[in-house]
């Protein structure tokens, strides 16, 4: 049972180029959301979904897209990558009350 | 709206200090309140939770009580330990038509010296 995995670790991108993250969970959870760390501001919620085909925003959507084609799988896309989206990003899941996260993606953007 | 605030750190203490970390919320009605860690190069654990006021949630000698009358979730630990050095996180759940989120206060970085 791995939980809930995520690649890469580190990425480094120039501005104004697209990537996936990549987020997996092998619990079975209907629940999955995606959230940036930013210091002296905690976790702020990007998106999350709530089953398969199911997508909504949360606080800090702008620059970022999400599908959720499985119930495992939540990739998480940067269309065009801009400095201020340098942050570490975590992908959580939760069935219940409990939210369970990923190792995080640590992403940079010059 | 919903929001969490705890003290800034960074907190350093000795090997066996009491450490507190405040923490306290603004919400409507009555949210579960969560106290997460992550230690350096990972990603958050949940350390312990409480679902209603007067909850005393515990875990690894932390203990923190969900107080209703303060709006406060304060985290304690009698003793603490080099292996405690890490950021805490406070954060109440806020439950959603599906679902629920977690909203977050900024972390608070622990050091403990031996």
């Known amino acids: 049972n791995a939980g809930v995995t995520q690649t890469p670790k580190f990425q480094v991108l120039k501005t104004g180029q697209s990537m996936t993250l990549q987020c997996a969970q092998d619990m079975n959870h209907e629940y999955m959301s995606w959230y940036r760390q930013d210091p002296g501001m905690g976790l702020r919620l990007i998106h999350y979904?709530?089953?398969?085909?199911?997508?909504d925003q949360g606080e800090v959507p702008n620059g970022y897209n999400v599908s959720r084609s499985t119930t495992e799988d939540f990739p998480l896309r940067l269309l065009s990558a801009a400095p201020s989206q340098t942050s570490v990003y975590f992908c959580a899941s939760h069935q219940g009350i409990e939210q369970f996260f990923g190792p995080g993606t640590r992403l940079t953007v010059l | 709206g919903d929001s969490v605030t705890q003290m800034e750190g960074p907190v350093t203490l000795s090997e066996e200090a009491f450490l507190t970390i405040n923490c306290t919320y603004t919400a409507t009605g009555y949210p579960s309140l969560f106290w997460y860690v992550q230690y350096p190069g990972e990603g958050l654990q949940l350390l312990l939770k409480?679902?209603?006021?007067?909850d005393k949630g515990s875990n690894k000698g932390f203990e923190a009580t969900y107080r209703k009358e303060t709006t406060s979730f304060h985290l304690e630990k009698g003793s603490v330990q080099v292996s405690d050095s890490a950021v805490y996180f406070c954060?109440?759940?806020?439950?959603?038509?599906?679902?629920?989120?977690?909203?977050f206060g900024a972390g608070t970085i622990l050091r403990v010296k031996s």
């Open positions: 979904s709530v089953g398969a085909g199911i997508t």
């Open positions: 954060a109440l759940r806020i439950s959603m038509e599906y679902g629920n989120k977690l909203v």
């Open positions: 409480a679902t209603k006021a007067d």
